[in-house]
């Protein structure tokens, strides 16, 4: 059985900083010009390089498509005969490119793995059947001192004094988001679609959104679709997603409001400036709009402020088998369902309904025999701090909230009513 040594492993990968300024040669030793930078095609798991740029020693840099490349021997790259006279001047990237120096090299990416913002230092590539393709970026230290020119002698050192050898730190390329921009369209391009994004808990894209300057926060936030952002800012500090939010275009904004659960868009609208505020609203649908115009309407503090107004409920007359409809059909845009609400024709809260009473009832019972009558609500004016007391009494984990007309209104959640009473929860 073959085995494949390390020698031949070795020859199988390079890294950037290995060609990066190194000659390119025709016809086996005329030099032509260095190499300064390497043009990519993004949309595959990983991409190939699809030209080398290099300049000649009085001139402009200039390109060729890949397909000229005759071989890499070492970090020595050769040209076909005849290569240098079909050269062009170099062009700016195109959609769905990277000129790798420029764009990539020392730049910010997203590891969606470890789910951190990271700085590229080095690029590892896969030599295979002619082909170049970039397969790891280098975030550790020894991708520095490879640049520099450093490496050999600092693994000696190391070696030497504490038998040991700083470790390569590399990120498959299939878990890199890159961040970097057209200088033209500043369009932000990715090497596949922000569906890798949206697969981070929302929880962490808003630490990555926290830990990148402005720039690269707005250009992340365009590439992420409405419902991703949504979910990410709602996990943000309130000052830090007012900022985020202050900062980023009307359109997105707006479509971004119009995601978020309705309570949590309208604590964020309401600590936004006027002008803002009203800007935002003006573009949100109209059901949504006037969803969050009534809750900004209720004082701040009270249940009106903090309720979420889509509970989930079924009309009085239903069966068991009905509720259960209902719930699968709800689930599929809520994460937890705790509770549902029994209503009359008039909206008027009747009763309530636990998942447990409804797993142990037969699916033809009517709901009304098994439903708790008479259930504990708030008012729309009532305080947090009384609210709090009656989740701390009852255990609950959601109370719902009516009018004066006990007319169901929506709920408010325990975890609202914590973050209202303790916002040091809020931070956790």
Not at 238 to 266: C, L, Y
Not at 299 to 314: F, I, N
Request: aromatic share 6%; charged share 30%; proline share 3%.
């Amino acid at each position: 059985m073959l085995s494949t040594t390390d020698a031949e492993i070795s020859k199988m990968f390079i890294f950037f900083s290995e060609l990066l300024g190194r000659n390119v040669f025709v016809e086996g030793r005329v030099v032509v010009g260095r190499l300064t930078d390497l043009r990519m095609k993004l949309g595959e798991l990983f991409p190939r390089i699809t030209g080398l740029v290099y300049r000649r020693r009085y001139g402009n840099a200039i390109e060729l498509p890949w397909e000229e490349v005759e071989a890499i021997d070492g970090n020595r790259i050769h040209l076909r005969r005849g290569a240098a006279e079909r050269a062009t001047p170099m062009r700016p990237a195109a959609t769905g490119e990277l000129l790798l120096r420029d764009e990539l090299l020392d730049k910010q990416v997203v590891d969606t793995s470890g789910a951190k913002v990271e700085r590229v230092n080095d690029l590892h590539f896969l030599i295979n059947a002619g082909q170049l393709r970039l397969v790891h970026v280098d975030v550790g230290i020894r991708g520095i001192l490879r640049r520099l020119g450093w490496i050999r002698g600092v693994d000696a050192s190391t070696n030497w004094l504490f038998a040991y050898q700083i470790s390569d730190q590399l990120i498959s390329w299939k878990y890199v988001q890159p961040l970097t921009a057209d200088q033209q369209m500043k369009n932000l391009k990715l090497n596949v679609t922000s569906r890798r994004l949206s697969d981070i808990h929302p929880s962490d894209l808003a630490d990555i959104l926290e830990e990148l300057d402005h720039w690269h926060r707005n250009m992340l936030l365009q590439s992420l679709d409405a419902s991703t952002a949504a979910d990410a800012i709602e996990e943000m500090d309130d000052k830090v997603k007012v900022r985020v939010m202050e900062e980023v275009g009307e359109t997105k904004a707006s479509d971004i409001i119009n995601e978020m659960e309705p309570d949590e868009a309208a604590d964020l609208l309401e600590d936004m400036t006027v002008e803002r505020k009203e800007t935002l609203i003006s573009r949100i649908e109209t059901g949504k709009r006037r969803e969050l115009e009534e809750l900004l309407s209720y004082s701040e503090g009270t249940a009106g402020s903090l309720m979420t107004c889509e509970p989930v409920t079924v009309g009085r007359s239903s069966t068991v088998s009905d509720a259960w409809d209902v719930i699968r059909e709800a689930a599929r845009d809520r994460e937890l369902l705790y509770y549902m609400y029994v209503i009359d024709d008039e909206a008027r809260l009747c009763g309530v309904l636990t998942m447990r009473a409804l797993l142990l009832t037969p699916p033809s019972s009517p709901v009304d025999s098994v439903m708790t009558s008479h259930p504990i609500s708030v008012r729309l004016d009532e305080d947090v701090k009384d609210i709090a007391d009656i989740f701390k009494k009852y255990n609950f984990l959601s109370v719902p909230v009516v009018d004066e007309e006990s007319r169901l209104k929506g709920i408010v959640t325990l975890r609202d009513a914590l973050d209202a009473v303790l916002p040091e929860f809020a931070e956790k």
